[in-house]
């Protein structure tokens, strides 16, 4: 599965070497969905930036479609374990557990962002 990318972020991403990409936590939901059944996923990605993170998970097959949010993994948290890294993770305990291990301190969870409405 491979989505489209546009002309802009090619011409933002030629000369981009490896050493700029960072781990990218996206979150992808469907808001058509009834209340707790927004959320569809999780996917952990290498990207340059939000846009690349996104086209990257639909190369590896691992973005469901929907609306997508998404920031950096602090660098200081580093690379995530092997078993997370490029495929979605829809399990809503697993994304608890990877939530509170990856976001950071201060980062709303994804049963605190259901209870509010965003997923």
């Known amino acids: 599965m491979s989505g489209p990318v546009s002309d802009e972020l090619k011409d933002f991403l030629e000369g981009v070497t490896p050493q700029d990409e960072?781990?990218?936590?996206?979150?992808?939901?469907?808001?058509?969905?009834?209340?707790g059944q927004h959320l569809?996923?999780?996917?952990?990605?290498?990207g340059t930036c939000h846009a690349d993170?996104?086209?990257?998970?639909?190369?590896l097959?691992?973005?469901?479609?929907?609306?997508?949010m998404g920031h950096p993994v602090p660098i200081d948290m580093g690379d995530p374990p092997e078993a997370m890294r490029n495929k979605l993770v829809a399990d809503k305990a697993e994304i608890e557990r990877l939530t509170e291990e990856?976001?950071?301190?201060?980062c709303?969870?994804?049963g605190e962002a259901e209870v509010a409405g965003l997923l």
Not at 53 to 59: E, F, K, L, P
């Open 108 to 110: 709303m969870t994804a």
């Open 102 to 106: 990856w976001t950071g301190d201060g």
């Open 22 to 35: 960072t781990w990218w936590w996206l979150s992808f939901c469907d808001s058509s969905q009834s209340t």
């Open 53 to 59: 993170a996104v086209s990257r998970a639909w190369q």
């Open 40 to 46: 569809l996923g999780v996917a952990l990605v290498r």
């Open 61 to 68: 097959g691992c973005n469901p479609g929907g609306e997508c």
